[in-house]
């Protein structure tokens, strides 16, 4: 199996900063990709950046220049750094993993609320 335990949500005003942690751990080979999605109330869930394995990264168009996604490899940790945030970005984040086992595995955290105040 594999956990992936997030942290860094909160309440922020528009225009302040936040930055999220997702770190993975238990059974695979390697991690293949990570990232990030969000659900707002009423919405369906959408991709905000995702980074794989050889470095390279997406964003959503929504928060291209505003957000960074980065991964620290050794800890098997990914990072979001959100700035200028906007009352839109208000939602539960929820981090993402594939993995190689025997085959690939996809993962999901338990979610980490960001709300921002206008």
């Known amino acids: 199996q594999v956990q992936l335990v997030e942290s860094g949500g909160g309440l922020v005003q528009a225009g302040g900063s936040l930055r999220l942690s997702c770190a993975a751990s238990?059974?695979?080979?390697?991690?293949?990709?990570m990232g990030w999605y969000r659900q707002a109330p009423g919405k369906q869930r959408e991709l905000v950046a995702r980074?794989?394995?050889?470095?390279?990264?997406n964003y959503s168009d929504s928060i291209k220049g505003r957000f960074t996604i980065s991964r620290d490899y050794a800890k098997n940790t990914v990072f979001l750094q959100m700035n200028s945030l906007k009352p839109e970005d208000t939602a539960v984040y929820y981090c993402?993993?594939?993995?190689?086992?025997?085959?690939?595995?996809?993962?999901w955290g338990q979610g980490t609320q960001v709300t921002v105040s206008s």
């Open positions: 993402n993993a594939v993995v190689q086992r025997t085959r690939q595995y996809e993962y």
């Open positions: 238990g059974n695979f080979f390697r991690i293949n990709a």
């Open positions: 980074i794989v394995s050889g470095g390279s990264a």
